[in-house]
């Protein structure tokens, strides 16, 4: 049956509404602001210097066999891979950790003024929970990132503990809660021995550090859980 004049004006005149409000919806999308500085803060698993006592020689992050198979490495190429000309540093913040309520940040001046436009939380392994109380870690740890990060549209990203520690765990959601920042759960890795380094390591603390596997699998966890 052939369209009427009438019917063919008005089936035009809803294709030019519906054209014109997708591209109504497109103006009013902003474009994904680049991510040029990433900045990591961890402990151990993130970097550790060389501990002879222990049986750890290297300088990256342990447990991992060589320099570019920690979680580090292989997040920051992936990075680079996305941006060429992304900036990515680490930095172990064990001291945080330890004395979170009483830190002088301006140990840390050189991080802020790297002027991260992205932080990528990964710690808490290494906190006295004895010490943690309602949510104390999780207000100085706001308090640290807000220091370190670039501004107020930085972006945060913050893993669970590698180990099963539930004290730290509702303390790292709850501040990702409350600043709304990118959560990412990694703790189920610690299930499978092979995401370690046991029988790597004669020392039995290092050798429960992420492996290779491990590490990979954070890389890939954190990776794919980034606001980019």
């Known amino acids: ?126 906190v006295n929970t004895d010490q943690v109380k309602d949510h104390n870690f999780g207000e100085a740890l706001i308090s640290f990132v807000n220091y370190l990060k670039k501004d107020q549209e930085s972006k945060v990203v913050v893993s669970t503990t590698f180990w099963p520690n539930p004290v730290m765990n509702e303390q790292l959601r709850w501040a990702a809660n409350k600043e709304n920042w990118f959560l990412i759960d990694i703790t189920y890795l610690s299930e499978d021995d092979v995401n370690m380094a046991l029988g790597e390591y004669e020392n039995e603390g290092v050798a429960r550090h992420p492996g290779d596997t491990g590490m990979m699998e954070i890389a890939r966890l954190i990776r794919e859980g980034l606001p980019l």
């Open 1 to 126: 049956m052939k369209l009427s004049f009438t019917s063919r004006s008005v089936l035009n005149f809803i294709t030019f509404l519906l054209l014109l409000i997708s591209a109504s919806c497109d103006e009013e999308t902003p474009p994904q602001k680049r991510i040029n500085k990433v900045l990591v803060i961890g402990n151990s698993i993130t970097y550790h210097p060389p501990a002879p006592d222990i049986g750890w020689n290297n300088s990256w992050g342990m447990a991992a066999s060589s320099p570019e198979k920690d979680y580090f490495s292989i997040l920051k190429k992936s990075l680079e891979n996305h941006n060429p000309n992304v900036q990515v540093i680490r930095e172990n913040v064990y001291p945080f950790e330890v004395y979170f309520s009483s830190l002088d940040y301006a140990e840390y001046a050189d991080l802020k003024g790297f002027g991260a436009d992205m932080v990528i939380v990964r710690l808490g392994e290494n």
